[in-house]
């Protein structure tokens, strides 16, 4: 049953309202919140690129015009650099139109998560694809999507990240009992649930967010009824999947030990700026001794 179809396609749902974040978020996607000096979003669409998925889809909605600015070129500034010789900053504006192909589609209503993915079926078609979440962000030196498109071109189905976390957090995220495979670097998924209570909660691994799919979730989440949060949640569908590996070869994890930062709320965002800025080879040597004397201050 092993299909190897080449994965060349992202889907990027950014179609949230980011009230988390208000009154930053009130004008301004909260996608393009700078992380040191780069959007969130150019981290996750550099990430997908870095895998050879170079055809993206981005699951927009209201007040996200930014996001296709952003990925556009501009002529006018270009040429301002250009003029001046400024090459350096040349590159750091273009690295984001050099990414791939980006594509756009409204959600319309937020209906949430497997609502979004959902938007993405006629772009995707019948082939594998990956979804990325841009509230997590990947840390470029650690290897997570190319080993889950691997074993997706291995197992054929559908495959989810897994990260272990402290138990009080499961709550926060999707949560999966798993079982190990034979000789296998990856997990078979037996059972998903949507940020259980602690009791219910089958283990503490969380899901986490990259995914790369099965098409077959299409006409799952196309019957998933809204559930928790009274949202279509895609941890919902792929529950379906993991259920019956009739209908999209079953569900596999990749269980991440690497690097991973959230930018998904307040504190957690800060976190991701200074654990990424103190590793800037620009400010990181002299963001680190300020930041050990301003944490000795606090303690004085
Ligand atoms: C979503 C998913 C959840 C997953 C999380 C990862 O939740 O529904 O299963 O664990 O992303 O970040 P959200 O954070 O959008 O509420």
Redesign the pocket.
């Known amino acids: 049953m092993t299909e190897t179809q080449r994965i060349t396609k992202a889907v990027i749902p950014a179609a949230g309202l980011g009230t988390r974040f208000l009154p930053a978020t009130k004008a301004m996607p909260k996608e393009m919140l700078p992380v040191v000096d780069k959007p969130a979003i150019q981290y996750v669409v550099a990430e997908a690129a870095k895998a050879g998925l170079s055809d993206v889809l981005m699951i927009t909605g209201r007040s996200k015009r930014a996001l296709e600015d952003h990925f556009d070129r501009v002529p006018s500034l270009e040429k301002v650099l250009a003029d001046k010789g400024d090459d350096e900053k040349l590159r750091l504006i273009q690295e984001a139109t050099e990414l791939g192909e980006i594509h756009y589609v409204r959600q319309g209503d937020p209906r949430g ?1 497997g609502h979004a993915v959902l938007r993405a079926k006629r772009h995707v078609g019948d082939d594998p694809f990956a979804v990325l ?1 841009g ?2 962000l990947i840390d470029e030196r650690d290897e997570l999507l190319s080993e889950m498109i691997r074993v997706q071109q291995e197992t054929g189905g559908s495959v989810i990240a897994l990260m272990e976390v402290d138990p009080s957090q499961v709550g ?3 949560c999966a009992d798993v079982t190990p495979v034979d000789g296998q670097d990856y997990v078979k998924v037996n059972r998903l649930v ?2 259980p209570k602690p009791e219910e909660a089958p283990s503490n691994l ?4 990259r995914y790369v799919l099965h098409p077959s979730v299409f006409e799952v989440l196309e019957r998933t009824e809204p559930g928790r949060g009274d949202e279509v ?3 919902d569908a792929l529950q379906e999947l993991a259920s019956s590996e009739e209908i999209g070869g079953g569900v596999h994890a990749v269980v991440f030990r690497g690097r991973r930062y ?1 930018t ?1 709320d307040k504190l957690s965002y800060i976190q991701a700026v200074i654990s990424l800025a103190s590793e800037r080879h620009d400010i990181g040597d002299r963001l680190v001794p300020w930041l050990k004397e301003f944490v000795a201050d606090l303690d004085r």
């Open positions: 998560l979440l509230d997590d926060s995220y999707g949507e940020k969380a899901v986490i967010g949640q895609l941890t959230d998904g």
